[in-house]
């Protein structure tokens, strides 16, 4: 087929639209769906509190590894892990999430019995101190969690109710969550020290 000047000015157009979008695009989005450089998608991952997580386009989006927040109804929360009273108590819901077994959570020297034991027992002297629940061990899905068998009492996350609402993807290691009767929450996504648990009851039991 000839193409005569106008059809080629025409078909240029279009490339030239299509090439331009091409390049705008980036595929690297921030916490809001904005359109980021790779440069400040990868500083923010090595220097701030963010994943990268997949956008579900075929890009890349960040995702805030400290989120904190109001719930509208935090009252369901503490009655489907069977805290209801302690709601009514005016006590903090502590939680502690396992999404499944990956290479963080499932080897290494911090991820043995012994040292499991050790923190539950610095959990529940926290959770007396800040006036919260005994913490609550939810999973994903239990792969991997055989060998703390008998030690803590795990159950599935009800209806999938902490995933929806915290825990939306497969973070690395495991991640925690505390809830205020008042519906403020704190938490960290993924790997976190142990000691930003306390952190976070004394920052909700003063308000803050």
Known sequence: MVLNVKHFICLFGIIFVALSSSFAQTGYKDELG????????EKQ???????????????????????????????????????????QEGKMLLVIYYPGKDECNSSGQGNNANSFQKEHKTLLKWASKFEATEPVYLYANPSGLEKYKGLLPWQEDPEGLFAKHFFKYPYPCGSFVVIHPNGTFRGILGGYPLSQVEVAMKKLRKGE
């Open 34 to 41: 904005r359109e980021i450089s790779r440069e400040y998608f």
């Open 45 to 87: 991952i090595l220097e701030g509190p963010y994943f990268g997580i997949p956008d579900g386009t075929g890009g890349k989006m960040l995702v805030h590894r400290m989120p904190v927040g109001l719930l509208d109804d935090p009252a369901i929360f503490f009655q489907k892990t069977g805290n209801e009273r302690v709601f």
